[in-house]
Nanobody, 123 residues
């Protein structure tokens, strides 16, 4: 069964940290690009970070220097370390995957999605 399952969301105060995890199964993880996306209430889904061939990464400007995407290919796991969290980071966070190595934060370029995990940052 092809699926992505996120975990690690929660509620934190501004300045705090959270680590999101995404467990992938049912596909050849190492040949896919993987990404983290988020969607706040009333807003569209936006790309946060992606990781692709050789562990190269791309970040949205809004999270550069605060968030780090990483993966463990042996365990088929994707992670998002989020530091210095701000109230504007509050959103549902999604893990996504798509075959190929193109670096993109465009959610339309990803075909496999998890169910999401909520992150709430209070001021």
């Amino acid at each position: 069964q092809v699926q992505l399952v996120e975990s690690g969301g929660g509620s934190v105060q501004a300045g705090g940290s959270l680590r999101l995890s995404c467990a992938a199964s049912g596909f050849t993880y190492s040949s896919y690009r993987m990404g983290w996306f988020r969607q706040a209430p009333g807003k569209g889904r936006e790309g946060v970070a992606c990781i692709y061939t050789g562990g190269r990464t791309v970040y949205a400007d809004s999270v550069k220097g605060r968030f780090t995407i990483s993966q463990d290919n042996a365990k088929n796991m994707l992670y998002l370390q989020m530091n210095s969290l701000k109230p504007e980071d509050t959103a549902m966070y999604y893990c996504a995957a798509h075959p190929g190595a193109m670096a993109t934060l465009n959610p339309g370029q990803y075909g496999l999605w998890g169910q999401g995990t909520q992150v709430t940052v209070s001021s």
